[in-house]
């Protein structure tokens, strides 16, 4: 039996949603091409691993061969991505891509950094297109930079203050993925994706002490005290400044503070609420 379903290529494969949407798809049979530098953890032999570097144009043809929609995330770590990703979906669209779904974030408007001019490019040349915009993840705290201070400081630091934010889960955020990638007729948006709730992360640190039973605070720090920390840990300085900024957008805007019905109207469930990852993980 021929499967005549499209085929998609899947950036950022080991990412946290990369990862997800690529398990979605391949769960209800759909062809699934994983690409990146490195052999994704999951992958087993059954599937369809290509070699895939942004900054090597070489790489782009194989990854596109006989892929019909590509899902993408932005090269990490680059202030300036659309530098190699406006090539790639110029080929992409030359060799018959018709949908793209591109990964990008509610903090980030239309014509703001780092997405902005990749989400304009798709928005005015893709066929078909969706921009994913999530709050932040739920997922940071057990699979990202938190996990380590929280086991080993029982800290979680941000420089948000009593800001809040709509923490969604990666779980959700690939749900509305898969179904922009897989729906008959094109969505042609930009989705802004949150969780069922906003909270700031000292609630965050609240509902995992009293969850996981283990004393969890929140310490606020100061926008050159974050930053410093981040380019400690091996951050461009450029790179550390714009997620600073972020997080002073959250404190004396409000920035994050909204609660969207995204997920319910794209995939007909309800968002996780973070104390129901929480203990679910």
Known sequence: MINNKPVTLVTGANGKTGSRVAAKLQAHQYPVRLAGRKQ???ADSGNDHVYFDWYDSETYGPALKNVDHVYLVVPVMDMNPEKVMIP???EALWSGVKRFVLLGSASVDEDGPIFGNVHQYLKEQAPEWTVLRPSYFMEN??????RETMKQLGKIYS???EGKIG????DDIAAVAYHALTDVIPHNTAHLITGPETLSYGQVAAIISRVWNQSVEHESLSDEEL???MIRAGMSEDY?????GLDRFIREEGREDQVTDTVLKVTGHSPVTLERMFRQS
């Open 40 to 42: 994704p953890i999951a």
């Open 88 to 90: 790639f979906i110029k």
């Open 141 to 146: 705290f057990t699979e990202g930079p938190h």
């Open 159 to 161: 420089a948000a203050g």
């Open 167 to 170: 923490f969604v889960s990666a």
């Open 227 to 229: 930053r410093n920390s």
């Open 240 to 244: 550390a400044v714009a997620l600073a």
